[in-house]
DNA sequence: GAGTGGTCTAGACCACCCC
DNA sequence: GGGTGGTCTAGACCACTCC
């Protein structure tokens, strides 16, 4: 079960290994593991990148540690949070939607005093302003504004933003996204958001406002999305 | 500066070590950090113990490492967001405002079927019920609404709740938390809120409801908040 | 006392990056 | 080629838990 001469990594194997006992019931919450020890034994692996598998698990909340015991499977939560940063796509998809879009407009601009501050570029800098209506299953969903520093992200045209951006970044151009900060807002619906979002006027809408960063803390990413409040509800997990 | 004799461990008084020097301006955004071979010379220390240190300072996003190159310290965010879960009091000592309390109920009541559910107790079990408008510098800023299973956290009193619940958890009763599942919405005002909070009928809220869990899984805290949208913003960080 | 996780060592070989 | 991080070993001693 464990390849010692595969260039996937021991640590990697045996994480996934016991990801998927967990997955399938095997091993059901509350049930404890083989100890530290037992898995080096058995997959005559160091007791180390036992470790080092069972520590990313821990990281990821599927098990947990008590000192002295034994390593447990954790109990599983009510409602499952998507697990990181992901797009309007994943997000949609995994709501078990059509995620779809309708662009609204999409073009170059020089960076407002704003949009310039939080992307730390100079002022009147090209960035392109992408705006969009997302749909799910049909349904307008959410109003997004992107904006993205042109310098650093030359080339994105209207197909990629309909495939899937972030892959762009990562595999054409061969930046490593980070993380994201988020801002969550409750307002009201203005009259762009009432005639693109086809709601009431002042209807409840999700503000968010997301800056993404890459691996190194440069800013590649400045949106603003309004989301129709009917229709979306935001969910998070954090860690204590 | 490392005191292999100390009860901390070493890993740790590395990992602050550098956290500190990266606060304080030593080391600032880009800068290459001394290799781990570097730092296990200086202070005589295993490779693998300087690894541990830097993995954390990785997942804490203060550090990167680039293969074949070396770690560098990150940039910082344009906005910095609270590291993990919070207290409403710690969120708002942490925004610079004073917070404070004002007890609307404190009872136990039996576990509605929804309440319940969330708290994976049985229907009619006796919970707190604990409802509080908070105050940030004297302003109503939330209506708080929390649940709490009798059974799991005996000896609740106001003057607890006063002071620091999680505190009282995690120290008197010896339960280690370890995260919440949030879920955020956008709604208006009901009646309720509007005198609790002082604010204008139909005025925007920002609803949240946590689910707190154990270190094992079990739910101990269900709380359904209704923040002034005029005043408050959520504000998270995601990993990719 | 036996078993568990927590910490730590002193090496090793690899892939990758830069010169 | 020399330096870097990524992976891995085969031990060790500790504190803690449970019986």
Same mark, same amino acid.
């Given at each position: 079960m464990i390849n010692k001469n595969s260039p996937i990594p021991i640590y990697y194997q045996l994480e996934e290994k016991i990801k998927n006992q967990i997955d399938q019931g095997d091993l059901k919450p509350g049930d404890m593991l083989p100890s530290e020890r037992e898995y080096a034994n058995t997959y005559a692996i160091s007791r180390m990148t036992v470790r080092q598998a069972i520590t990313k698990l821990v990281n990821d909340g599927y098990v947990y540690r008590k000192k002295g015991t034994g390593t447990f499977v954790s109990e599983k939560k009510i409602e499952q949070p998507l697990q990181g940063l992901t797009s309007f796509t994943e997000d949609m998809k995994a709501r078990g939607m059509t995620p779809g879009n309708r662009l609204v407009h999409f073009k170059v601009v020089p960076a407002t005093s704003s949009v310039a501050n939080y992307l730390k570029i100079q002022e009147n800098d090209p960035v392109y302003e992408i705006q969009r209506v997302r749909l799910a299953d049909n349904v307008p969903m959410a109003l997004e504004t992107s904006y993205l520093p042109e310098k650093l992200v030359? /080339?994105?045209t209207k197909e990629i933003m309909q495939s899937s951006l972030y892959e762009y970044i990562e595999a054409a151009l061969g930046k490593k996204i980070k993380e994201a900060t988020q801002i969550i807002e409750s307002s009201t619906a203005n009259q762009n958001e009432v005639e693109l979002l086809?709601?009431?006027?002042s209807s409840p809408i999700l503000l968010i406002e997301r800056h993404t960063y890459l691996?190194? /803390?440069?800013?590649v990413e400045f949106v603003k999305s309004a989301y129709r409040a009917d229709r979306y509800r935001f969910m998070i997990n954090m860690k204590r």
């Open positions: 030359p /080339g994105v086809q709601v009431r006027k691996e190194d /803390g440069t800013p």
